[in-house]
């Protein structure tokens, strides 16, 4: 994300956890303002120590407070069958990253609404903790904690439920209108063209706002050039998916392939194959059937004293399921698998039997031949 590092710090039901390096700068803004303004101003007469300290605690309470917010979007999309690669902190707040789009109006619905509503109860327990420590005269240390998180949770909900794609409120709108429409593509386009006007309307606030002095403003500033620049960019790759959703792997693939017998010693294929070749991966067959694939980059994790000893076939990715398609299928389906941090290629089998290759470079070459005949 923003080409920095990410890093993963645990894995909660089953989800990975990470976060990317613009997370510390945000995390760091939010401690920073807590200590040296809000802190100050609502319980004054405390040593800076004790600002810091608490401010601290009240920033990781409120980031723990997004990660339950995304957690609950992502339980919700499992257990409507979707893949959930990881959950991302980042400089924006929190993001689940799903490999598949949910498939109907009804499951998108709920799981968008999930995140908001998880803010929503974790608000409703901190204002009802907020009566029950006034009702026993709790001191301002504890109580004001509790009341920042109580209103921050409500913000989130709320900002988060505006109507414009892709926030939560966005995709909630959208799945009313794919509901009304059963067209999922004109539904995106009407949530998207929403997110992009409450992106500039945050923007016109933010304007306002500085030339009336206040300079907090700037953040919506930030947040509406975010939202209607991802707005756009949502629409745009929903189209391009429905796109490559019309075109077949068959359509697309390289035939014949050039392929490797799994008995071939590593040493052979450097040789033969990668040095001079034209192709960094190959598939990997044996007795006619296809089992694998090998890539140039197995080779490289493979001490260069084991090549003559160890086969392509022991270095090769052979979890199957991950590298074949069927001709038939389209090519939005294997998209996840061309990612750069995927296998980076498919392969064509017909009843078991090699019948082309479709690697990224394939695709990219579809999507923008599609490009300039628009
Ligand atoms: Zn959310």
């Given at each position: 994300m923003f080409g920095l590092r990410s890093f993963?710090?645990?894995?909660?039901?089953?989800?990975?956890?990470?976060?990317?390096?613009?997370?510390?700068?945000?995390?760091?803004?939010?401690a920073y303002t807590l200590s040296t303004s809000y802190l100050p101003?609502?319980?004054?007469?405390?040593?800076?120590?004790?600002?810091?300290?608490?401010?601290?605690?009240?920033?990781?309470a409120f980031f723990a407070s997004i990660v339950l917010h995304e957690f609950a979007h992502s339980l919700v999309a499992r257990a409507g069958g979707l893949k959930i690669s990881r959950i991302t902190l980042f400089v924006f707040g929190g993001v689940s990253q799903m490999e598949d789009e949910p498939t109907g109006p009804g499951l998108e619905f709920?799981?968008?609404?999930?995140?908001?509503?998880?803010?929503?109860?974790?608000?409703?327990?901190?204002?009802?903790?907020m009566a029950l420590m006034r009702s026993a005269h709790v001191t301002s240390t504890l109580l004001i904690p509790v009341q920042y998180l109580a209103?921050?949770?409500?913000?989130?909900?709320?900002?988060?439920?505006?109507?414009?794609?892709?926030?939560?409120?966005?995709?909630?709108?959208?799945?009313?209108?794919?509901?009304?429409?059963?067209?999922?593509?004109?539904?995106?386009?009407w949530a998207s063209r929403m997110g992009q006007l409450l992106g500039y309307a945050l923007i016109a606030i933010a304007v306002v706002g500085v030339l009336n002095g206040s300079l907090d403003l700037?953040?919506?500033?930030?947040?509406?050039?975010?939202?209607?620049?991802?707005?756009?960019?949502?629409?745009?790759?929903?189209?391009?998916?429905?796109?490559?959703?019309?075109?077949?792997?068959?359509?697309?693939?390289?035939?014949?392939?050039?392929?490797?017998?799994?008995?071939?010693?590593?040493?052979?294929?450097?040789?033969?194959?990668f040095l001079g070749g034209r192709h960094s991966r190959y598939p990997v067959v044996s007795e006619g059937k296809v089992i694998g694939l090998i890539e140039l980059q197995a080779m490289r994790d493979m001490p260069r004293d084991e090549w003559a000893s160890k086969?392509?076939?022991?270095?090769?990715?052979?979890d199957l399921a991950a590298v074949v398609a069927t001709?038939?299928?389209?090519?939005?389906?294997?998209?996840s698998r061309l990612e750069p941090s995927g296998p980076g290629a498919v392969l064509v089998v017909e009843d078991g039997r090699l019948a082309g290759i479709v690697t990224r470079?394939?695709?990219?070459?579809?999507?923008?031949s599609m490009d300039r005949q628009q």
């Open positions: 993963t710090i645990g894995r909660f039901f089953g989800i990975p956890l990470e976060v990317n390096s613009s997370w510390f700068l945000v995390f760091f803004l939010v101003a609502a319980m004054p007469g405390q040593p800076s120590s004790v600002h810091v300290f608490i401010a601290l605690a009240m920033t990781a709920l799981m968008a609404f999930a995140g908001p509503a998880m803010s929503l109860v974790l608000s409703a327990v901190c204002f009802g903790a209103y921050i949770n409500l913000s989130v909900a709320v900002f988060n439920l505006l109507p414009g794609f892709p926030l939560d409120g966005g995709r909630v709108l959208r799945s009313i209108l794919w509901a009304l429409t059963g067209d999922m593509l004109k539904a995106t386009r700037i953040w919506f500033a930030v947040m509406g050039w975010f939202l209607s620049t991802l707005a756009g960019a949502a629409y745009q790759q929903q189209l391009l998916k429905v796109r490559l959703s019309e075109v077949p792997l068959s359509a697309v693939m390289s035939s014949p392939v050039a392929f490797v017998s799994s008995d071939t010693t590593l040493e052979e294929m450097a040789h033969s194959y086969t392509v076939g022991e270095a090769a990715h052979t001709p038939d299928v389209t090519i939005d389906r294997v998209l470079a394939d695709v990219i070459r579809l999507v923008s």
